[in-house]
């Protein structure tokens, strides 16, 4: 099995300033480029969602900022430098991610909790728990493989509550509540809200309303940005944005 590059030898942020896209291009070959000429900075305690078509090149923007794929040509700046001279284990330190897919280690909710901060103590793991509403259950027992044992939305609480705990400057949410019921996005929401409390952030979601109080919405189709502002601003011009979102309304998946 290849081993993961360890990148550069910055291991602590040199700005505030999270995440810079500039130029950005990147492809599979050149005869394959996913994303063409990508510039745009998030501030420091900035929410910014990411939206468009499917295949526009979102979720590779998030695994860039990762450092999952290498960009083919241009510059991605993390917290002051290239990500390039980022020790790769430490840029991950300065980012909390919590996606559709909630895994979970074999233990108890207790034990993947503690994963966010493994030095941290008992009551702050057991206050980030109750802060996302999982301290009536047994925290201490077998969740079974996978977490079997937790719903969809507890499952996604117990990963929220590990990033709580990690408390990273920077939170990356990749369509988070795209696979719960609508009890459980409730809940998962909530538990959002708490994890993203004066943080930058970067949102992907398909369901346009989850979206809507964000800070900045980019608009993306096939690889490149078409639109930007808020929603407010999008949705008052003609564009891509208003298209998707009216296209939502029409078929019930606008929640007020």
């Known amino acids: 099995m290849e ?6 030898e910055l291991t602590e942020k040199l700005s505030t300033t999270p995440v810079v896209f500039k130029n950005v291009q990147f492809g599979y070959d050149s005869a394959n480029m996913i994303l063409d000429n990508i510039n745009f900075s998030i501030n420091e305690c900035e929410r910014v969602a990411l939206v468009g078509t499917s295949g526009s090149g979102k979720s590779t923007i998030l695994k860039l900022i990762t450092c999952f794929y290498s960009k083919t040509q241009g ?3 993390i917290f002051g430098d290239r990500i390039e001279a980022w020790n790769i284990r430490s840029l991950r330190q300065q980012i909390s991610y919590v996606g559709q897919d909630s895994f979970l280690f074999p233990g108890s909710i207790y034990d993947n909790v503690m994963l966010g901060q493994r030095d941290a103590k008992e009551d702050e793991i057991k206050k980030v728990i ?8 047994d925290i201490y027992s077998e969740l079974g493989e996978r977490g079997v044992k937790l719903s969809g939305g507890q499952r996604q609480r117990v990963c929220i509550a590990r990033a709580i705990l990690k408390n990273a400057p920077l939170v990356i949410l990749d369509e988070p509540t795209s696979a719960l019921d609508t ?4 809940y998962v929401t909530r538990a ?3 994890l993203m409390k004066d943080k930058a952030c970067i949102i992907v979601a398909h369901r346009l309303s989850a979206i809507r109080n964000v800070d900045r919405i980019i608009c993306m189709d096939t690889g490149v940005i078409v639109q930007e502002g808020s929603h407010s601003e999008l949705i008052n011009k003609e564009g ?5 979102y009216e ?10």
Do not use: C, F, P, T
């Open 183 to 186: 009890e459980s996005e409730y």
């Open 75 to 77: 510059q991605i700046d």
């Open 192 to 194: 959002l809200e708490k």
């Open 240 to 244: 891509l944005y208003k298209r998707l």
């Open 130 to 137: 109750e802060m996302v509403g999982l301290n009536k259950l």
């Open 247 to 256: 296209n939502q309304a029409k078929e019930g998946a606008i929640y007020e």
């Open 3 to 8: 081993l993961e590059n360890e990148g550069g």
